[in-house]
C-alpha cells in the first residue's frame, strides 16, 4: 500500500541545521516534496525532487532522496525562528494523480 | 490575481445545520481536492474530482457531499453538520501534467457548536 511516515515533532536551536526524515512505502514514487504550514494557513510548497535524483539544493534546503530506502529528508540550514512551522513530506506515484501527504513534523525553534 | 481561494475563512454552525464550504481556482487545473485537518491524523482526503463533473470519494467522505458543475468551483457540503466535523478544511488544486504538486487554499475553519 502506499503509506508515508514522519516523526512529528523536531526541536532546534536557532543556528543549527534542522534535519526533517520521511520514509514512504511504494517504490513507484515519481515526484516527492516538502510542504511547510505556517500557524493559520495553507501548505505551501517549498521543493520537490524528481525520483531519478538523489540531491536537490535550493538555498538553505537540501533534499535527499535513498530511493533503495525510500527515505527522503529534508535539511535547512542555519534554521531561524521564520522556519517554525509544520512539514509535510508528500509522495505521487506513477499510476495516480493523487499525492499522499505523511502526517507533518511539526519544528520548533529554541533559542 | 490568480489562485486558489477559499470562503467562508471561518464558520461557526450548529449541529444538524448544512453548510457549503466554497472553493474557486483560477488556474483551470483538471483536479481538486477537499482536506480536512485535525490534530493527531495530518491530512485526510474527502473528496476530490478529477474534471468537471467527475468526482470521486477519498479516505473520509461520510456526511459530505461535493459537485463540480465548472472546472473553476468545487464546493463541499456538510449536509448535517456534526461536532466531529469540527475541523480546518483545505482545498487543493493541480494539474497532473505538472510536476509541481498540489496548491493549497488558506482554509476554512468550521466549528460545529
Known amino acids: 500500500g502506499e503509506d508515508v511516515e514522519q516523526s512529528l515533532f523536531l526541536s532546534v536551536r536557532e543556528g543549527d541545521s534542522s534535519v526533517i526524515n520521511c520514509t514512504y512505502t511504494?517504490?513507484?514514487?515519481?515526484?516527492l516534496y516538502w510542504y511547510k504550514q505556517e500557524p493559520g494557513a495553507g501548505l505551501q510548497l517549498l521543493t520537490y525532487?524528481?525520483?531519478?535524483?538523489d540531491m536537490k539544493q535550493d538555498q538553505r534546503l537540501t533534499v535527499l532522496l535513498n530511493k533503495k530506502d525510500k527515505h527522503l529528508s529534508l535539511r535547512i540550514a542555519d534554521t531561524q525562528t521564520g522556519d517554525s512551522a509544520i512539514y509535510f513530506c508528500?509522495?505521487?506515484?506513477?499510476?495516480?494523480?493523487?499525492?499522499?501527504f505523511g502526517s507533518g513534523t511539526r519544528l520548533s525553534i529554541r533559542p | 490575481d490568480a489562485g486558489i481561494t477559499q470562503s467562508p475563512r471561518y464558520k461557526i454552525t450548529e449541529t444538524g445545520r448544512q453548510v457549503t464550504l466554497m472553493c474557486h481556482q483560477t488556474?483551470?487545473?483538471?483536479?481538486m481536492f477537499w482536506y480536512r485537518q485535525d490534530l493527531g491524523h495530518g491530512l485526510r482526503l474527502i473528496y476530490y474530482?478529477?474534471?468537471?463533473?467527475?468526482?470521486d470519494k477519498g479516505e473520509v467522505p461520510d456526511g459530505y457531499v461535493v459537485s463540480r458543475s465548472k472546472t473553476e468551483n468545487f464546493p463541499l457540503t456538510l449536509e448535517s453538520a456534526t461536532r466531529s466535523q469540527t475541523s480546518v478544511y483545505f482545498c487543493?488544486?493541480?494539474?497532473?501534467?505538472?510536476?509541481?504538486?498540489?496548491?493549497f487554499g488558506s482554509g476554512t475553519r468550521l466549528t460545529v457548536v
Open positions: 487543493a488544486s493541480s494539474d497532473p501534467g505538472q510536476p509541481d504538486g498540489y496548491t
Open positions: 511504494d517504490s513507484s514514487s515519481t515526484y
Open positions: 525532487i524528481f525520483s531519478n535524483m
Open positions: 508528500a509522495v505521487r506515484y506513477s499510476s495516480a494523480s493523487k499525492i499522499i
Open positions: 488556474w483551470s487545473h483538471s483536479y
Open positions: 474530482s478529477a474534471a468537471a463533473d467527475i468526482t
